[in-house]
């Protein structure tokens, strides 16, 4: 089939590489504009962008999708399908309406749960045991299209969301793929969504990645695990910022730590919670580089009583 591929992060590229190397035509991508990114904050394309361009492939950039250019050019390339993975915009029925075989979905979640932006940080939040991708066909509800394929990946007790995405993207790719096949063979045909089971992921922002430690400590790890690495978990520390990577759960100690409070034993930072204590991985204080929370403690100069997190 003739492709145009819609995606902009970097795990949609697993997906346009996989469409590059099938028996598809790709002739076209639709990512989001460039952007402001990394540590310098200089405008940059996006990372679909920047792996069309080196394949030669046509780049669309609207602001909008409803932007009548984008559309007419859609309409003149004239896609039999237009394959999506973490797009990033809403589309409008009218371009829904120009591919013969309309734009199918790659989604992170086993479809109706976890529908929306953040299926893969919800997942972990949430402490599921499983979750997987699925491909359905776009409509105009988020993410209630009908489904064409699903796939399942067990969630591990270490997962962080870029763990389980990295996993998640390999796979999707070829189910991806394999939906595109059986739709041009007629073979496969898309069934509608459950009723029942539908959960929604909308995007974890900053504020949500604050740890709270009056949790229990496996819903302080899950919470830092799913903002790996966005929005990044952290803590207050003396009015300061401190970006957390994720913690281990850690015995209880025979005297309890309050809720985030700190002790140091032996080589390790451990930090009380509503339930049994956390031991801190990597630490990375306001304007500092990240380092190990045990070389991050042996400066710290805590005011007078012990070390909290707020």
Not at 31 to 54: F, H, K, N, Q
Not at 69 to 83: H, M, N, S, T, V
Not at 120 to 132: K, N, S
């Amino acid at each position: 089939m003739r492709l145009v591929f819609a995606g902009t992060p970097a795990v949609a590229v697993v997906c346009l590489d996989a469409l590059l190397e099938s028996g598809h035509d790709v002739v076209a991508v639709v990512t989001r504009p460039d952007a402001r990114a990394g540590r310098g904050r200089l405008i940059a394309p996006s990372p679909v962008a920047e792996r069309a361009t080196a394949a030669g492939l046509e780049v669309l950039r609207p602001a909008r999708p409803a932007d009548p250019e984008f559309l007419a050019r859609l309409r003149e390339i004239g896609p039999d399908c237009c394959p999506v993975t973490a797009y990033g915009a809403l589309l409008p029925q009218a371009a829904l309406d120009i591919p013969a075989h309309g734009w199918v979905n790659l989604h992170f979640s086993v479809l109706p749960a976890w529908r929306g932006a953040a299926p893969v940080q919800h997942a972990i939040l949430h402490g599921d045991d499983v979750t997987g991708a699925t491909t359905f066909r776009i409509v105009r509800e988020l993410d209630a299209g009908p489904v064409y394929g699903v796939l399942t990946e067990p969630i591990r007790a270490t997962d962080t969301a870029a763990d389980l995405l990295g996993r998640l993207a390999v796979a999707g790719a070829e189910l991806l793929v394999a939906t595109l096949d059986g739709i041009e063979s007629g073979q496969l045909e898309a069934r509608p969504q459950p009723a029942d089971g539908v959960s929604l992921a909308p995007k974890l922002s900053p504020a949500d990645a604050q740890v709270r430690w009056e949790l229990p400590a496996i819903a302080v790890d899950r919470l830092i695990r799913a903002c790996t690495p966005a929005p990044g978990a952290w803590t207050l520390l003396d009015g300061s910022r401190v970006k957390l990577g994720p913690v281990r759960l850690a015995a209880p100690l025979d005297g309890r730590l309050g809720p985030g409070e700190l002790t140091v034993t032996r080589d390790r930072l451990l930090v009380g919670t509503g339930t049994t204590p956390v031991e801190l991985g990597d630490v990375q204080p306001d304007g500092k580089r990240q380092m190990g929370a045990a070389e991050w403690a042996r400066g710290l100069r805590p005011g007078r009583g012990p070390a909290v997190f707020g």
